[in-house]
Structure formats: structure tokens, C-alpha cells
């Protein structure tokens, strides 16, 4: 007969047999695990980088309209409402120039409202609100109008005057 240990330990080699013959199935391994989040991720980041790639190609799009927008804009040269408000800062100057023999104080009224003019319409151009440049070009033509030191001839004044402000309105539309 077999004493408890021997028995015992027959027990113990059958279960270490028994388990060597069938091993333990303890789940995927770590490289399997890996391999399985990356196949989860990768379309994901395919579909990032390609993103990524459409917006660098839409940027250079981007980049070359407004260089076409600039270089159009140059070379069709400044807006009519630009133009218009030198013409009116340069009459209003010219014709302080040309008489001298009046005080200057005649012209300082119109000729800080014409430079002030010129600076509002290129203001205005950028952000489409002409109600400065309307304001100012009433001031000028109210000086016109007023104007009683002697005769002069402001006849081109007032045609700039009126492109101005149909310049203005056209931009403001």
C-alpha cells in the first residue's frame, strides 16, 4: 500500500502530466493585442493624413488666388473712390497754391477735410463703409459753395466731388 505522500504526489505528477499534455490558452499575446489596435487605428490615420494633404493643396490654392486678386487689383490700379479723393485733396491744395495773395486760412478748413477725405476713402475701401468719406466730401462741397474770397474757377472741384461720391456709392453697393 501507498502511504498519503505517495499518493500525493501521484496526484501531483498526474496534474503536471495533464497539464503539460493540454496547455492553458491565456489569450493573445502582447504582439497580437498590438497588432490588432494598430489595424483599428490606420484607417483612421490614413484618413487624417490625407486631410491634411487636401488642406496643404487647398492652402496653396488659397495663396495663388490672392496673389491674382493682388496682382489684378495693381494692375487695374487704385479704387475710383482713391482716385477721386487725391483729385479733390489735389484741387483743393492747388488752388491754395495758385493764390497766394489769400489768406490762408481760406483753404485750411477744406484742405484738412481733403487730406482727411483721402485717408477715409482708402479706409473705406477695405471695409465698404463710405460715411465718412460722404461726410467729408459734403464738407468740402459746402466750402465750395460758400467759398466768397474772390472768383475762382471750381469747376473740376465739384466734377471730383460728384465721381466721388457716385465712386462711394457704388462701393458701399
Do not use: C
Amino acid at each position: 500500500m501507498s502511504t498519503p505522500e505517495e499518493i500525493a504526489a501521484e496526484q501531483f505528477a498526474a496534474h503536471a502530466a495533464a497539464a503539460a499534455v493540454a496547455p492553458v490558452d491565456a489569450g493573445p499575446t502582447i504582439e497580437q493585442i498590438q497588432q490588432a489596435q494598430r489595424e483599428a487605428v490606420l484607417p483612421y490615420e490614413t484618413a487624417v493624413q490625407d486631410l491634411i494633404a487636401q488642406n496643404a493643396a487647398m492652402q496653396e490654392q488659397l495663396k495663388a488666388a490672392l496673389a491674382g486678386i493682388a496682382s489684378a487689383q495693381q494692375a487695374a490700379g487704385p479704387p475710383a473712390v482713391e482716385l477721386y479723393a487725391g483729385g479733390v485733396a489735389a484741387l483743393v491744395k492747388a488752388h491754395a497754391n495758385a493764390n497766394p495773395d489769400l489768406d490762408p486760412a481760406y483753404f485750411a478748413g477744406a484742405i484738412k477735410a481733403s487730406n482727411e477725405l483721402k485717408a477715409a476713402a482708402t479706409e473705406a475701401v477695405t471695409s465698404r463703409d463710405t460715411a465718412t468719406v460722404k461726410e467729408l466730401a459734403a464738407e468740402v462741397h459746402t466750402w465750395v459753395k460758400t467759398f466768397r474770397g474772390k472768383h475762382l474757377d471750381f469747376s473740376a472741384l465739384l466734377a471730383d466731388l460728384e465721381l466721388l461720391g457716385e465712386a462711394a456709392a457704388k462701393l458701399a453697393a
